[in-house]
């Protein structure tokens, strides 16, 4: 089946403890992105990739960072988490000869940082 | 500062009638405009899209209608069904602003009413 799947789906951690947030599709898909949901502020672009090693920032990057060593992952990294990160935030891809922005989303992980 | 609205924060419609949701936008740089839909514990689903070099676009009982002077796009679903019950958002982006980012609106709760 095609997918995007994110891991964890729930996480809750402490203030400074570095996570990862995994992603990976299975459509060998060029391009990747990160989005937080917010209640009042929708889907805001963290960081998004058109290819390995190719990344680039969204409009909310301060806090993370993400990198693209293969095709299919695109970890979403937080260094040091801080309350304000708390946050759905999911990952999707989607093929350079789709329509534009036809992407794929994955499931999301809702992230809680205390 | 919202490039993307949707004033509507939620919207019920009995089924079988037409469902309209709407969205402005500000930046007159916007020429690509697209709908997602999303279910609880679900990522967003890509619906529907337009580039600004159209007025309408049509896809089964989804409907997109862009007006550019006014910097409105409405989204309409016909004849609404109970499956129809998700949070609208709709996004858009502008070619000098790189093809992958994206601007989302803060969403509409679709209910349709059996």
Redesign the interface.
Known sequence: EAQVTQNPRYLITVTGKKLTVTCSQNMNHEYMSWYRQDPGLGLRQIYYSMNVEVTDKGDVPEGYKVSRKEKRNFPLILESPSPNQTSLYFCASRNRWQSRHGYTFGSGTRLTVV | DQQ?K?NSPSLSVQEGRISILNCDYTNSMFD?F?WYKKYP??????LI?ISSIKDKNEDGRFTVFLNKSAKHLSLHIVPSQPGDSAVY?C?A?GINF??????????TRLTIIP
């Open positions: 993307v949707q690509y697209l514990a679900e990522g967003p689903t890509f899209s958002f996004a982006s790189g093809n992958e980012k994206l601007t989302f609106g803060t969403g």
